[in-house]
T-cell receptor, first 114, second 113 residues
Framework: KAGVTQTPRYLIKTRGQQVTLSCSPI?????VSWYQQTPGQGLQFLFE???????NKGNFPGRFSGRQFSNSRSEMNVSTLELGDSALYLC?????????????FGPGTRLTVL | GENVEQHPSTLSVQEGDSAVIKCTYS??????FPWYKQELGKRPQLIIDIRSNVGEKKDQRIAVTLNKTAKHFSLHITETQPEDSAVYFC????????????FGSGTQLTVLP
């Protein structure tokens, strides 16, 4: 099976712009979670989607949003970019909804905000 | 919410020695504890996990132990090899949020040849 894929892999934006990142989960996986990774804050949970519904949300401002499509692909959007949004954005997919289960990460999108 | 602390932040060992990384968590209802390995420039990869109804799990040179009473869990790597050099993250799942992982701050493991 193909792994989790993310596009684009690298992105450079300027402050105030908005950005959309895409994640395609492993075939058959229906849950997609998003994480932000920075040297200072480490890996932090953004949100999780299952069956096109947001199930959990981390402690991030409303500028961060996401959605999931019927084929389980997910996008996250960051509006009004700030310098502090520069980070590696990782998505992870899981097979099922009930109970804790393995999450498999994509390669990430490296976002640089200038 | 859940809080996970990880120690040490850096660890250097000689090839062939053992390495131990320790994590503590705050939410007694957490029930899933994965460990991820992240090599430079690569994605985090799950190397082993343990659920709260199990005290220990082993996979070749890697083992994880869980003490629910003390709310801590540890990763043990035996017979370390240079390819084990990476950043290791522990994580815990807060109660009611099965796929919301709270991560520790990471341990940079360096295996010296």
């Amino acid at each position: 099976k193909a792994g989790v894929t993310q596009t684009p892999r690298y992105l450079i934006k300027t402050r105030g712009q908005q950005v959309t990142l895409s994640c395609s989960p492993i075939s058959g996986h229906r849950s997609v979670s998003w994480y932000q990774q920075t040297p200072g804050q480490g890996l932090q949970f953004l949100f999780e989607y299952f069956s096109e519904t947001q199930r959990n949300k981390g402690n991030f401002p409303g500028r961060f949003s996401g959605r999931q499509f019927s084929n389980s692909r997910s996008e996250m959007n960051v509006s009004t970019l700030e310098l502090g949004d520069s980070a590696l954005y990782l998505c992870a997919s899981s097979l099922k909804a009930g109970g804790p289960n393995e999450q498999f990460f994509g390669p990430g999108t490296r976002l640089t905000v200038l | 919410g859940e809080n996970v602390e990880q120690h040490p932040s850096t660890l250097s060992v000689q090839e062939g020695d053992s390495a131990v990384i320790k994590c503590t968590y705050s939410d007694s209802a957490s029930n899933y504890f994965p460990w991820y390995k992240q090599e430079l420039g690569k994605r985090p990869q799950l190397i082993i996990d343990i659920r709260s109804n199990v005290g220990e799990k082993k996979d070749q040179r890697i083992a994880v132990t869980l003490n629910k009473t003390a709310k801590h869990f540890s990763l043990h790597i035996t017979e370390t090899q240079p390819e084990d050099s990476a950043v290791y993250f522990c994580a815990a799942t807060p109660s009611g949020s099965a796929r919301q992982l709270t991560f520790g701050s990471g341990t940079q493991l360096t295996v010296l040849p």
